[in-house]
């Protein structure tokens, strides 16, 4: 990164927001060359630009990080998470630490009821895919042997996974409960396959 528009990223994230006039004044450079560099920083989609009314006059436009600024500063959820499922496991023991998971699957699997109310059991299938799809995975499904077999090629959890396994057992449980149906990991990433299939059987949907 450019020293001058990471000055400017490192300015919008103290200050949320700024207009032109702000960073000329930050930066001790013209408004015009501001602009270059803002030019660039909104074409590669790190900074977002809104205008700023309540003034006489034209309004002025302010800047401010896009989710893909923010995202280039370190965020450590990956360090907490696994901080704090070792000290559960180590704390409450290993039995605590499942239904802690579990728990923690249901809240996530709550979160999608209104999407599968009404849906007959291969109805509920499909949209358990399309689902597991919508959390940042890339996903295909398909009928094997009777089974709905649901591939993730990805991983949001990768970081923490590879650490602790247990988050493993989460996932599956959150397939489990919005799919209706008793659902099993037959290959996983962690074990270095190309994917994590849960092999969903329709049978046991209630």
Known sequence: MQATRQDILDFLRRHHAASVKDLAAHLALTPTAVRQHLTILERDGLIDSSEQRGHVGRPALVYSLSSSGDSLYPKLYDD????????????????????????VATRFARQYSSRLEGKSPSERLTETAKIVGDRG??????????????????????????QNSAVCALDVEFVRQIAGAD????????RGDEACTFRIRPRAVG
């Open 80 to 103: 907490l998470a696994n901080a704090m499922i070792t000290e559960a496991r180590e704390l409450l023991g290993p039995d605590a630490q499942q239904k802690l998971l579990k728990n």
């Open 137 to 162: 995975n890339v996903v295909e499904a398909e009928w094997a042997d009777g089974d709905y077999l649901v591939r993730k090629y990805t991983c949001p959890f990768w970081n923490v996974a590879k």
């Open 183 to 190: 659902a099993r990991l037959s290959t996983s990433l962690l």
